[in-house]
């Protein structure tokens, strides 16, 4: 690595110690980029930031020339450059101008030379101006070898531009030279202006100089000169520990690297001395071992306690075969009011592997696969004597596949995400079998509903304060987003045809929405196992849902943590037509302490960010892969036995460590509350707060009171009509959903109807969504939506919410004319979220929006209409429908074509809905194409007996009355007589490509009789 080196002092401990204006920290420097692939600051940037990270020096990215103000630059040492940026204001000149002369460092490199053309000043303080350059492989010379920046420093050779330089200021010291003939350019140099210094290098326009050691090593003793002496004096001071583990120079941070040993465990306050965290923040330590180990989830209660979940059986003790349960829960307190924890209570121990809890009914609803277990204190000793499975099913079979992140929400339901563990039990008698993905359910266990699948292992899930839905995956999307129930996005909806307006991108229910691939790691090494250098193990999705950080991260800024390769990431969530996409905020934590392992990271109840520190050099999960992850780039030994979690086995995975620290902003207010369910008048003041976690408990806990009394307090607060600075008005929308929450909706509460419905013309876009919510689904709020306008709402995240409401209430011509007049919308057309929410509202509506169309038509308003009329699934060659369309009282018509694959008879399930009792199949088998339809345990058939030929057309159908009939190649082939149609709904849903196997099983075939041959085209038509 490049080792860190103070130029120009001899700074012994002695001298340290003796000089009473060291300040022990790390030095902070700005860079300024812009967003080009000329000169890609985006992606030299964290190669630098990781180069000098070690050394001490903090590097915050920006692109924004606002950042060129008085008070933003006063918070760093040193500003380096690199961009092509063409004009500097007035303001900015000053601002820079007094920062260096203040005795700050300025940093030019490369292009900085043809920046800010218009500002004289600037091109006399940096020492000239880019007039033109060639290109070629050069090395420069050293003209001043004695300078304490090319102490120890070699000339090096590389590729880059060969810069001319104009106006030279020659007031400098030059530094090095590139010499071409007789020709000298000056290619470093240096300069003092007032109490600041200048350091300029022309290397640097591609990788291949940014990936040179000798370029590295001259830019960081350049951003040392350029700070100073004190600053280098208060580096050195913070006595940075060395957990260099590598022997070899590492200045290529794109590539994986032989691991030859593993890095020391650090204490807290030295390992703090390698995480970097933003200007004017401060990261504390609330608790560490020996008190805590290997947390795994946060959570706080009431009284502002933090609870923690702690996993030291991950990833491979089961209690089912090895006996052993020796995870727990446990409450940390601090006490005493200093910030840190010093009281531990055990709440629940002999547990296995719990991923996470949340608080519901005076107790706390905890995730540990097989089991969700309601556990509770009875007592009052903060020990729990109830515990109650309240459903079983979640898979097991892998442990960092299982269900996590349980979280309370708006809609007062219990929130929560699972991997591909996924789930197969029985939920409230009703079977379920789901993968990953997200769901919610009453926080008694009832009304269990899977929303929609994710693309991966799925660690993260968040609300915004205006309760849009978040969330994070394993392999490659950091930031997704749930909008639309999968159950509306099943059937098929044709897309535009060429020349027809059509959106930018088409939807999934749960969009991957995020805007880079790259995480930005202050590890030289990246011991990753896939998504090398990004998001493999992304974990958690928290928005910034207080008021003591600066106003840039509220309700904007998402904490997605990458403990691979140890940081918590900025997300940017930023508004996009009805929905979101997110961009690179860069990170709230980094370190390279390679074992710092955040897993979630949240607000906590003083508006802090708290993070849980796994703390692990072993963080990795899977057993390697040869070709994509060689064991010796991860890990510092090759046997990995395969463990009962599909984890690999080792007896270095540490159960010892484990950390929790608060992230503190230096205005940041610690405002200590409790709440409690008694205290109503505290309840409704704490829907005020500006902190969402305090509005969500009070909503929670006004909701498990049942007190209606508050009604009256509540409606003041959602005819409250105004808008806070960011255009909110938080507490309306959680009043709404506590009014909700407690009934007020359900009956003939009048007034509460009133507020609502004039809700829906609110000031605040997230309160008219709420209101939409929460309004009932009658005919009533159709004619309150139609009246207010909000299918054509300004905010189209708001229209898109109220156009889904149009989906859950009664068929009516006012539904079918609202959404027939938002398909004229072309603004409707271009945006994908917004066309599938009125796909899936006139799917539900039928004939009420069809009879609505006038002669007026656009494209969508065509393709809905043929899309309504045609209820038709796409199937794909090994398939499920998670959601069982309903065949009640029509035709049903199954196509797809069949071929040979390499001259083997093609056999096994096209495709079935239902089970023995009550469903249908269609299969090939012996050469015969089997049609079975099962009505109440009765069977009708038709079968095939002509010889099929090598590739063919598959057709089965049943009619309204029963009439049964197979077609090969448009042609009669077999028929029967079922005694009609389906009367009811039919379960298991749709597979294709194979059955369930078991009693389940449709047909007569044995197991899942899985289909052998080429399958295409498969299509299922409902009429």
């Known amino acids: 690595m490049l080792g860190t080196i103070f130029l120009s ?73 690199y961009a092509n940026h063409d004009v500097l204001s007035k303001e900015q000149e000053s601002a820079m101008k007094s920062f260096v002369e203040s005795g700050k460092g300025l940093i030019p490199l490369h292009s900085a030379t043809g920046c800010f053309k218009n500002s004289d000043w600037y091109i006399e303080t940096i020492g000239g101006q880019f007039a033109s350059h060639g290109e070629g492989e050069f090395t ?410 600066p106003k840039e991260y509220w309700n904007r800024i998402a904490f997605v943590n990458e403990p691979t390769i140890r940081l918590t990431h900025n997300a940017i969530i930023e508004p996009n037509g009805a929905g979101f996409s997110e961009k690179d905020g860069w990170n709230l934590l980094a370190s390279s302490d390679e074992w710092f392992g955040p897993v979630q990271a949240e607000v906590g109840p003083d508006g802090a960010v708290w993070v849980a520190d796994w703390y692990n050099f072993i963080i990795q999960h899977n057993v390697f892969v040869e070709r994509q992850a060689p064991s010796r780039m991860v890990l510092p030994f090759e046997d990995q036995p395969h463990g009962q979690g599909n984890a690999f086995q080792s007896q270095l995975r540490d159960t010892n460590h484990g950390r929790i620290y608060r992230v503190v902003y230096k205005d940041g207010k610690n405002k200590p509350m409790q709440l409690s369910k008694e205290d109503t008048k505290g309840l409704i003041a704490a829907l005020k707060n500006d902190n969402m976690f305090w509005r969500m408990t009070a909503q929670r806990l006004l909701v498990e009171s049942g007190n209606q009394a508050v009604f009256g307090d509540l409606y003041k607060i959602v005819n409250n009509t105004s808008v806070d600075e960011i255009g909110l008005n938080s507490p309306a929308v959680h009043a709404l959903w506590t009014l909700h929450g407690l009934g007020a909706f359900s009956g003939n509460n009048s007034e509460a109807i009133k507020v609502a419905t004039a809700a829906l013309s609110h000031a605040a876009a997230g309160v008219r969504k709420a209101a939409i919510a929460v309004l009932p689904t009658n005919q009533s709020t159709t004619q309150a939506i139609q009246e207010a306008g909000l299918t054509g709402d300004k905010d189209l995240n708001v229209r898109m919410h109220t156009i889904l409401k149009l989906a859950e209430v009664p068929a009516s011509a006012e539904a079918g004319a609202m959404l027939y007049q938002a398909s004229l919308d072309e603004a409707n057309a271009k945006d994908d979220w917004l066309q599938k929410a009125i796909f899936a509202a006139a799917a539900e509506q039928g004939d009420a929006f069809t009879d609505a169309i006038g002669p007026e038509k656009t494209d969508l308003t ?100 029963g009439k049964m009939e197979i077609l090969v190649d448009g042609k009669s082939v077999a028929a029967a007589k079922a005694n009609s149609a389906f009367t009811g709904k039919l379960a298991p849903s749709v597979r294709s490509g194979r059955d369930f196997g078991g009693d389940r099983n449709v047909g007569s075939y044995k197991d899942e009789f899985s289909f052998e041959g080429n399958l295409r085209n498969l299509v299922l038509e409902l009429k």
């Open 9 to 81: 002092l001899n700074l012994s401990p002695k001298a340290l110690a003796s000089n009473p204006k060291l300040e022990p920290r790390r030095a902070e420097v700005l860079f300024l980029g812009h967003a080009s692939e000329h000169h890609n600051s985006r992606l030299y940037a964290p190669w630098l930031a990781t180069a000098l990270f070690e050394s001490g020096i903090n590097i915050t990215y920006t692109e924004k020339l606002e950042d060129l103000n008085k008070e933003n630059l006063s918070k760093y040492d040193g500003l380096v450059i």
């Open 140 to 549: 420069s010379e050293f003209e001043a070898p004695g300078h304490a920046i090319l102490q120890g420093l070699e000339p090096f050779n590389t590729w880059d531009e060969t810069y001319v330089h104009q106006r030279i200021n020659p007031d400098m010291t030059v530094l090095t030279e590139r010499v071409e003939g007789e020709h000298h350019e000056p290619y470093t140099w240096v300069r003092n202006v007032g109490k600041g210094r200048v350091f300029y290098t022309a290397y640097g326009h591609d990788e291949r100089t940014w990936k040179n050691a000798g370029f590295l090593a001259l830019v960081k003793n350049g951003i040392f000169w350029a700070m100073g002496d004190e600053v280098q004096a208060n580096v050195a001071a913070l006595n940075i520990p060395d957990v260099s583990i590598y022997d070899e120079t590492i200045s290529d941070f794109t590539k994986r690297y032989e691991v030859p040993k593993m890095q020391e465990a650090l204490s807290p306050d030295e390992s703090k001395k390698l995480i970097q965290k933003p200007v004017d923040f401060s990261i504390e330590l609330f608790a560490s071992e020996p008190d805590i180990q290997n947390p795994i989830a946060m959570a706080w209660d009431e009284r502002g306690r933090l609870w923690i979940v702690e996993s030291v059986d991950y990833p491979n003790t089961f209690k089912e075969t090895d006996g052993a349960s020796n995870d727990r829960i446990k409450i940390c307190e601090d006490t005493d009011g200093d910030g840190k924890a010093d009281k531990f209570t055990v709440f629940a121990d002999g547990l296995n592997i719990p991923t996470s809890m949340v608080f519901a009914n005076g107790g706390i609803i905890v995730s540990m696969a097989p089991d969700f277990v309601f556990m509770k204190d009875t007592d009052g000793d903060d020990v729990a004597d109830v515990k109650e499975v309240i459903m079983t099913g979640w898979g097991k079979n892998d442990t960092h596949a299982g269900p996590s992140n349980l979280q309370y929400g708006f809609d007062n339901k219990i929130w929560g995400v699972t991997g591909y563990s996924g789930f197969n039990g029985t939920i409230n008698g009703e079977q379920m079998n789901f993968p990953q993905g997200i769901y919610r359910f009453d926080p008694n266990g009832q009304n269990f509903e899977y929303l929609a699948g994710s693309s991966n292992n799925t660690w993260g899930l968040g609300f915004s304060e205006d309760n849009n839905v978040f969330m994070s995956t394993a392999n490659n999307t950091h930031a997704g987003y749930y909008s639309i129930p999968a159950k509306y996005l099943q059937r098929a909806f044709p897309k535009a045809g060429e020349g027809e307006i059509s959106p930018a991108f088409d939807i999934q229910p749960i969009q991957k929405i995020d805007g880079h691939y790259d995480a930005h790691a202050m590890t030289p090494n990246l011991r990753q196992v896939d998504v090398v250098g990004g998001f493999t193990s992304a974990a958690g999705f928290r928005l910034y849902t207080a008021r003591d950080f």
């Open 862 to 961: 065509n393709r809905l209409e043929s899309a309504v009329a045609n209820e038709r699934y796409e199937l794909g060659r090994r398939s499920t429908l998670q959601y069982s369309p309903d065949v009640k009282g029509k035709a049903i018509s199954i196509s797809t074509e069949i071929s040979q694959r390499r001259d083997a008879e093609p056999f096994g399930v096209i495709t079935a809905q239902g089970d023995a009792q009550n469903g249908y199949s269609f299969y090939l088998e012996e050469g015969k194409l089997h049609w079975v339809v099962k009505q109440n345990g009765k069977s009708f058939e038709a079968v095939t007996s002509a010889t099929l030929p090598e590739s063919y057309q598959a057709v089965a159908t049943i009619s309204q009355d």
